[in-house]
């Protein structure tokens, strides 16, 4: 096969690497713009998975690598004058141009071509070739010149970084986080051999405008860093090696995806396809892995075009989960004042797991004893007592004014479709009574509503009968014998997405006989298959109003610990949020502050009756533009806590048919890190919360004070009890009659524990 690589960096010269070893009869030739020693950078890191990759494709290679590198498990954290060390990271790294040159001298042995000081722009002079690989880099001129084709799309970040190095020995990798009168500038450096560390500093937009970093001369501008990091560098100097102008030299980074990686003959490899943001180092990581997936699918392929198929699809989920959690972490930096007021441990927590990749248990593996220090000072938080043991942070105890919850796990609201004429029965008293004795330290009932009009369907829940306060209370009651769960009652009303049938028999669907009249802000169906609501008057909303006063009676009749309003998921407070269906022209919609004015009302009287804990459900983001956004939700959060509100719930989404939500594991996390951060109210995380390890990694970092769990608890009722056993803690209660299954349980943990570590 004649193959043309072009771009003669990393990715291209380890394709043509990894091409001849498999078939030396491979006629390759890589075209690089540049001279041999000319390379952009400072120092690449691996993590030991790649170093495995590696090994098991090019030994040879590898071994060399290996020879060059700088190792070290550490990573420092300095911040308000605090040095946070934490172990066990096994990073190792390399000098740029020495692994270019290593990979040089490779592809030469091979007999591989490799010309230099060529640019491509246009592959018509390649077109009598069987396979052309774009490895042109971040800045690739194939890409843009077939962008018809790959159809990319570039978002820049916001964060101003420059890549430096330096001879100072930064024996761990080392992040340093400065505060100046224009705000916070921090690097990230690491050696990455004997005497040389790459040193990247990076600060926000609008510091990097105050400090006129864009006015001066590039020497003047590092002159600026080294003053910064002065108490860091220990006298050393901050070195430059790009061959670009000052106006280049501090950059923003290209977030790169391409809808399509191929056609024709032609391919994308390494950034020229995605880029990672240099804050996870995996750019290189990426383009090693796309080089060998792809070599040896066109080994094993009889057609060019099915390993193009399987090599996109194969490596773009890959991809993804590297992006998600460059995503992640790109966002902790550009979002860093929202951190800076955390104590240094839980800053240096946060900052190690901003990515969702290295998680709570993971970090022990790597330091048990750092990561133990941590649950101490969390536990000490948590108690406000001095000398606590080191307790997973799920496990420890939270205070709403005189109400104390045993530990941080919620049961979620969860509709179950099973009442009669809004009455709980016998499997409510089952369905939650079991998850009250499965060890949560808060219950939630589904959404229940205050009118039958205001049901979601003929199977939900109500409080709008004295028949229906003594059906809860017999739960309540039931519950706080069964031990130490608390019980919130959250309060609801359907509008627009009512009057449908029950969930498994066709959600959001509306009844075919036996529904009801429906009200809502404006007259907007939740979608064409629904009917049409009433607009509400003023009357209908004293109406409802009643109706929540009344429900709330009824709920301290029943003995509820706490009460949640619904103002989440499109029913008729969250309609009355949203601008997607909220279209009113009176003093009830239009501004946010309009819109939630009605809900307001409620919520008003709802502080003045009830002394006990209270929250409100939100929807963070609609989803949909021109809907609520984040920062919507901030300023929700703000009138919610200002109102009297003691935590938000807070969840995302269902307000709109049109809604394109983005999934994945704590996806709606960050909306309750943000309002927590920003406003200072505490906040219940939920969405896709499944392991004990999401649960105390959102804790333990302060993304949010409690972590609501839905369909784990559906799944079993025990999921707290059997969290405890998995990490071998014993602090949490079981009910007597079941003590012997706890320790066989334990038991049976343990030794599966044991046995995984034998593997």
Known sequence: ????????????????????????????????????????????????????????????????????????????????????????????????????????????????????????????????????????????????????????????????????????????????????????????????????????????????????????PLSQGIELCENLFAEHLEGDKLLNDAPHPSDEAWRKFPAISCAHWSFDNVVLMGDAAHTAHFSIGSGTKLAFEDAISLADLITEKDELQAAFEVYEDERRLEVIKLQSAARNST????????????????????????????????????????????EFWFAERATGEKGQAAVPPMFTPYRLRDMELANRIVVSPMATYSASDGEPNDFHLVHLGARAQGGAGLIFTEMTCVSPEGRITPGCTGMYLDSHASAWKRIVDFTHAAGAAKICLQLGHSGAKGSTKIGWEGMDEPLEEGGWELIAPSPIAWSPANATPREMTRDDMELVKSQFMRALALGEQAGFDMVELHFAHGYLLSAFITP????????????????????????????????????????????????????????????????????????????????????????????????????????????????????????????????????????????????AAELRYDGVAWPNPYLTGKEQLEHLTERAQQMAQMI
């Open 1 to 216: 096969m004649k193959i043309a690589c072009i771009g003669g960096g990393a990715a291209g010269l380890y394709f043509a690497i990894s091409m001849k070893l498999r078939n030396p009869g491979h006629d390759i030739t890589v075209i690089e713009r540049n001279p041999p020693s000319n390379t952009f950078g400072w120092g690449v890191v691996f993590s030991d998975a790649t170093i495995q990759n590696l090994r098991d494709n090019d030994p040879e290679t590898a071994e060399e690598i290996l020879d060059s590198f700088a190792h070290w498990d550490d990573i420092d954290v300095h911040f308000k004058g605090t040095t946070v060390t934490s172990g066990g990271h096994g990073f190792c790294g390399i000098a740029r141009s020495r692994l270019l040159n290593i990979l040089q001298r490779r592809a030469a042995a091979l007999d591989i071509e490799v010309i230099f000081k060529t640019e491509v722009k246009s592959l018509e002079s390649y077109l009598g070739y069987d396979l052309v690989v774009a490895t042109d880099g971040i800045n690739s001129q194939v890409r843009e010149t077939y962008a018809e084709k790959f159809r990319p799309s570039v978002e820049v970040r916001k964060n101003r970084f420059i890549w430096l190095g330096t001879k100072h020995k930064f024996n761990a990798f080392t992040f340093m986080f400065v505060e100046t009168k224009h705000g916070w500038v921090w690097a990230h450096a690491y050696r990455f051999d004997s005497d040389t560390c790459t040193f990247i500093v990076e600060m926000s937009e609008e510091t990097w405008e105050a400090l006129r970093l864009g006015d001066m």
């Open 331 to 374: 966002e902790w930096f550009e979002d860093l004042p929202r951190y800076t007021a955390l104590d240094p441990i839980q800053f240096a927590y946060s900052l190690l797991t901003r990515s969702q990749r290295v998680s709570h248990e993971n970090l022990r593996l790597r330091d048990k004893d750092w990561l133990e220090g941590v």
């Open 580 to 723: 997607l269906s909220n279209r009113r022209e009176d003093n009830y919609g239009g501004s946010l502050e309009n819109r939630m004015r009605f809900p307001l009302e409620i919520l008003a009287e709802v502080r003045e009756r009830w002394d006990k804990p209270f929250s409100v459900r939100i929807s963070a983001t609609d989803w949909v533009k021109g809907g609520i956004e984040v920062a919507d939700a901030v300023a929700i959060a703000r009138v919610l806590k200002s109102a009297g509100v003691d935590i938000v719930n807070v969840s995302a989404g269902q307000t709109s048919t049109e809604a394109q939500p983005i999934y994945g594991r704590m996806f709606q996390t960050p909306f309750a890190e943000r309002i927590r951060m920003e406003t200072g109210i505490p906040t219940i995380a939920v969405g896709n919360i499944f392991e004990a390890d999401h649960v105390n990694s959102i804790l333990a970092a302060g993304r949010a004070d409690l972590c609501a769990l839905a369909r784990p608890h559906l799944a079993n009722p025990n999921w707290t009890l059997h969290a």
